[in-house]
């Protein structure tokens, strides 16, 4: 008997409130066969790249693969951020393990990584306490209380330079060391991360050469890293989002008017694994990455309340100005808007 292919999902009424998440629940199954097929192409493109690194000699060869390859690591890192959340190929034994590896293998040990990544689902855009798992954010007042070094730490991490050398302050030092150092007991794994990565470099160089170890280990992880901590931060910091107390936080406000849409050319939006939909995915983190496009065309409301932005420089530059939370205004405002409110109110 010729099997039925499952109805469409068409979405007729329109969303509103907590009818805009229930709406959503259709979507939030795993069509396991894709789930392993994309893991599997994912991890063909990836290997593939770094064989490519190995096997050609000429320096643009190795530095194009090098970047292909970290490009390839970030749509394999959103496979390893779904299946920590639970949302693929959960209960299997065999992609436990792997992306247990996986996580070491990107600085990302399972502890920390699931810890501070639920909390920040749980308390996104919620003042004081969303920057476990995000970038920092401070209002006004909150900065004008800070001290000289407080300032330079905050404006550091929140950087161009610093979210560009991501490997090295989000994820080295934030990840890892900063999580081993605050609770050795709970994030064991972090130190062991920091030995493996160690160890990992050490023996490119001694064994491969020091080609191999500027485009097939550094080289990826700078190009997967500066990406990945930008997407990090500009998914929440974007012109027009929105911050709140306790008090005035809701969670579909959080998921909506918080998290971005960020529109990308489709070559880019496959090595982001659609993380562009982050609006979704906060509404919803248990639909599958590649079933976000999906719910994006089935829910009207899904594409008319997104705030968009871009990986055009002009959209990355606005993000980037974005300093510190103002409740009167209720916006971000910029470095030189800051130096005015010490100037003219501190």
Known sequence: MEAQAPPRIVVRQPAEGKDLIIATRPFAHEKRALSWINLSVALVVTVSCYLAIFYFDALWAKALFGVLAGLALVRMFILYHDHQHKTILNRSWLADGFFAVFGV???????????????????????????????????????KT?????????????????????YVFVFIIGMCLNSFI???????????????????????????????????????????????????????????????????????????????????????????????????????????????????????????????????????????RLKAWDPALQRMVTHRELRRYRMGKA
């Open 146 to 166: 800070l001290t000289p070094t407080e300032r330079f730490l905050y404006l550091f991490i929140r950087s161009p330079f610093a979210i560009g050398l991501g």
């Open 105 to 143: 293998f990107m600085l990302s040990p399972p502890s920390i990584w699931k810890r501070s990544h639920d909390h920040h689902h749980k308390h996104n855009s919620k003042l004081y306490t969303s920057s476990i798992g995000s970038f920092p954010v401070v209002t006004v007042e909150k900065y």
């Open 182 to 320: 605050s609770n050795r007991g709970r994030h064991w794994d972090s130190l062991i991360t920091l030995v493996v990565h160690g160890a990992l470099g050490w023996a490119t160089g001694y064994f491969f050469g020091w080609e191999n170890l500027v485009f097939a280990f550094f080289l990826p992880y700078l190009v997967t890293f500066a990406l990945g901590s930008y997407l990090f931060y500009a998914q929440h910091n974007f012109p027009g989002t929105s911050f709140a107390d306790k008090d005035g936080w809701t969670y579909l406000k959080a998921a909506l008017a918080s998290s971005s849409y960020m529109r990308m050319n489709p070559v880019m939006q496959w090595f982001t694994g659609n993380i562009g939909f982050h609006h979704i995915h906060h509404l919803n983190a248990h639909i599958p990455f590649y079933r976000l496009p999906e719910v994006f065309k089935a829910i009207p409301e899904l594409r008319t309340k997104a705030i968009r932005t871009s990986l055009r420089p002009w959209d990355v530059i606005a993000c980037f």
